[in-house]
């Protein structure tokens, strides 16, 4: 239904929307600003490939298990109760497959748009940068093209005017490791037309997605709705001194059996994304608050290169074997 997919922009949930697009039968191709771009995102084009072979590895391992329903790669694998060691194997050698001939990176946008069916940017979250994207992409995308946008905390009506297509635009949120967490969250604003939102819902489903329809607009959606107070009240005792990140995370997982902390699960979104939804916020720009001596933190880890799980080392070291 959707055969032509565009990804704007090759960051940690851009790559990941792309690479399960491409997985289950979709024609990809990356827009990426330069070549510094390319050689940013092929390194996470491969990580996040070998993450969902992996994940397909451990699945076979759970065929049997009593706990495989809720511990197997649901992106991945379709109908659990008829997957066996030979119906997994297919699938890793379809994605071996898809991978060499549906997965595309340019850097000329009129050739990233030219015939796409669904355009999903997935850019910093920086409301100028969004717009300028829009605004360059507005007329080089086909008539039939659905435009989505995949902010983890801006609303859509924030850009529907300057997309060209208000009633195609609605925003497409998915979770972090889409293979396993395979939620879609979708917003539309005022505009968005029924059948966009529909068609949305039959992507979302394409790609083995759960598609999940908010009835309003609401800045982060339903997850980030909980996840970002959770992660900045974590990141509060971090800036006031309270506690130091290895220790906040140690008190969570110990108080709620949780696998992971607030600081690990923001190495795995990615710190420039915390400092950049972190900064958006209007006290961030006091310099007395906390919210300022956060932004200054977690920059003084990014000037650094520790960056999160991509870069090797965020709030944790995973070069250590």
């Not at 696998?259 to 400092?275: E, N, R, S, W």
Request: glycine share 6%.
């Amino acid at each position: 239904m959707y055969p032509n997919v565009t990804i704007i922009g090759g960051g940690v949930l851009g790559t990941q929307i792309g690479l399960m697009a491409a997985y289950t039968g979709h024609h990809v191709t990356f827009w990426l600003r330069s070549e510094g771009s390319i050689g940013r995102t092929q390194p996470k084009l491969d990580h996040y490939s070998q993450e969902m072979t992996k994940a397909l590895d451990q699945a076979k391992a759970l065929i049997n298990n009593p706990m495989g329903a809720y511990l197997y790669p649901r992106g991945l694998v379709a109908d659990w109760k008829s997957a066996t060691n030979e119906s997994i194997d297919a699938c890793k050698a379809q994605w071996e497959k898809n991978q060499k001939e549906l997965l595309h990176i340019t850097l000329d946008m009129e050739e990233a748009l030219k015939d796409a069916d669904i355009v999903i940017e997935a850019m910093t979250e920086d409301p100028a940068q969004k717009i300028d994207i829009f605004t360059r992409m507005k007329d080089l995308m086909p008539e039939k093209t659905i435009l989505c946008t995949n902010s983890s905390t801006l609303l859509p009506s924030m850009f529907a005017q300057y997309t060209g297509r208000p009633e195609k635009f609605c925003s497409l949120h998915f979770a972090n490791e889409i293979w396993k967490s395979n939620t879609a969250e979708i917003m539309g604003h005022p505009g968005t037309a029924r059948e966009t939102i529909e068609a949305v819902v039959a992507f979302a489903k394409d790609i083995n997605m759960i598609p999940l329809v908010l009835h309003k607009e609401q800045p982060g959606y339903i997850l980030n709705s909980m996840l970002v107070p959770f992660l900045e009240s974590a990141e509060m005792l971090w800036a006031k001194g309270v506690a130091d990140p290895e220790t906040i995370d140690l008190t969570w997982k110990l108080a709620t059996s949780a696998p992971a902390g607030p600081f690990q699960i923001m190495d795995i979104v990615g710190l420039k994304t915390c400092y950049d939804i972190v900064s958006m916020k209007e006290e961030s720009k006091d310099e007395n608050s906390v919210y300022h001596k956060v932004t200054v933190m977690l920059k003084e880890k990014l000037d650094k290169g520790e960056g999160g799980v991509n870069s090797g080392k965020g709030f944790y070291d995973y070069t250590k074997k």
